[in-house]
């Protein structure tokens, strides 16, 4: 199942404000795909995932652009229309399984109450068992589906989760931060499953996080955001052995690697992300851009394919203006 984003405008209306969370985003997601969307906390990402679903919280609402999922746009839906997307076609896992079940009615009867609630032929006894092999396909012992959310661990939880997006049989599968919380083998544990069902399922898959690194042992391809704008996108190869983007370059400067010596301290990048409330002029990341210039203050960047599958929105990479230092680092980073 494909997805293509054309652009997508999403605004929160608050008394202070329009907080423009995403603004005119445009990517695809091609069947059988594993693709990364990657920023800071704030960027937009989950607002992207909750709009693709129409489950966006009061007061966001979806301003301009089109969702088509096979060529059906979501947009245009009604809800119950869309009802009929949500689970059997395209599912969630949700960020902080911690919250996300009901810690007094036991996992089987939040999952069985999932499958028929989108399939109302099925009976109780079939959900069930569709239930039990769920558990099985995600490493876990069936017998503990009779469990109650409080007897599992936090790694259980995530797969418990996992199991409810898979209930009715989804090709398309979000996957907002689904390590969160989760220790360090626990992750690498939950990464693998994902990446496990993805090519014995088939299924597409849109993994939201905050950390390149997971996304290149996950992904095929990534889509690096910035203050409600996609800033680089291309594969994950591509993109890791040289970034093209200031943002992206510092997001991947910021990796620990094996091969720093132990006194030698992470890159950062300074400054804070903007409010959205009111977004700087021109580039919206130039106030923490070292190679910024006037132009960058006053005109927003157009994405462009610099290379085949490669998308930079940034005057420098485009070639519209040159600097020294930011070519030296084109040259020098390689992962």
Known sequence: M???VEDLKI??????????????????I?????VGLVGESGCGKSTV????????????????GKILLDNEDLVTLSEEQMRRYRWTKISMVFQGAMNALNPIIRVKDQITEAIRTHNPSISKSEALKSARELFKLVGMDPNRINNYPFEFSGGMKQRAMIVMALACNPKFLIADEPTTALDVTVQAQIMELLKKLVNDLGITLMLITHDLSVVAETCKKVIIMYAGKIVESGSVKEIFAQPLHPYSQGLIASIPSIEKSSNQSLASIPGSPPNLLKPPTGCRFHPRCEYSQEVCRTEDPQIEELKKDHFVACHLSSGRIASEKYNQVIQKVKL
């Open 49 to 64: 995932a909750f709009s693709i679903l129409r489950m966006l919280p009061f007061p966001g609402e979806i301003m301009d």
């Open 30 to 34: 091609e069947k059988g795909d594993s």
């Open 11 to 28: 605004y929160y209306c608050m008394k202070r404000g329009e907080c423009k969370a995403v603004e005119d985003i445009s990517f695809n």
């Open 2 to 4: 494909s997805l293509r």
